[in-house]
């Protein structure tokens, strides 16, 4: 049986559980309330990255990050501007 590939299109929480709670959830809990973004404006965010040329694997090619983390960043910038 052939192993499927991850979407290259979609986000962490969207292919692998326990590569996502591990990265993705854990830096997100280590946010302060003061530095973290409203699960809102996070969610607004992550819907512009989905339909970005830049997210490859739930990781922005332009700057490297988990799009994830950066979005629920209170002070988390798009590096295209586009948020």
């Known amino acids: 049986m052939s ?7 979609c986000l962490l929480a969207q292919m ?9 959830l854990r830096a ?12 809102k404006i996070c ?10 040329d830049n997210l490859i694997s739930g ?4 700057c490297g990050c988990y799009v994830e983390i950066r979005a629920a960043t209170k002070k988390g910038r798009c590096p295209k501007k586009k948020w």
Do not use: F, H
């Open 16 to 24: 692998d559980k326990g590569r996502y709670e591990d990265i993705v």
């Open 28 to 39: 997100v809990s280590a946010l302060s309330e003061n530095d973290r973004a409203s699960e």
């Open 43 to 52: 969610q607004e965010r992550l819907q512009m990255c989905r339909s970005c």
């Open 3 to 9: 192993e499927q590939k991850p979407c290259p299109r």
């Open 59 to 62: 990781t922005c090619l332009s």
